[in-house]
């Protein structure tokens, strides 16, 4: 069978248009190939980054651990030696309202009793 000259035109138009089609696919994936290696460059510089933050971050965990176990240490002393001698008192009083307002209370009583008991042998 033999083609006509209309029908060649008509075939190589396509195989042209398949031929740009194809070259266009080509230039696109080198352009995909190109941005995927940059892609994997700043993947690997993040990665680095990254590795290098958490080995800053943990340094500085270690740092500040180390300081406050150096601070806490004179605090911890005094705190055993506080227990010590609460453990070796017979008595430990607690005041809820303060000290100074037990005082005034139990001055208060007693100076109320010792009022009514004059007042008695005064009346007596």
């Known amino acids: 069978m033999m083609l006509k000259d209309s029908q060649y035109k008509n075939l190589m138009e396509e195989v042209r248009g398949l031929r740009e089609e194809v070259g266009r696919i080509d230039r696109d994936l080198a352009r995909d190939r190109h941005d995927l290696e940059d ?8 990665k680095s980054e990254i590795k290098q933050l958490r ?14 176990t150096d601070a806490l240490e004179p605090v911890s002393k005094e705190v055993v030696k506080l227990k ?7 008595t430990l009083y607690i005041f809820k309202d ?5 005082v005034k209370s139990k ?11 004059v007042k008695k042998e005064v009346r007596g």
């Open 55 to 68: 080995e800053a971050l943990m340094a500085n965990a270690d740092k500040v651990k180390d300081r406050v």
């Open 84 to 90: 010590d001698v609460i453990q070796k008192k017979k």
């Open 39 to 46: 892609f994997k460059v700043q993947m690997d510089s993040m």
């Open 98 to 102: 303060g000290f100074i307002d037990w």
């Open 107 to 117: 001055w208060m009583a007693t100076v109320g009793r010792f009022a009514n008991e």
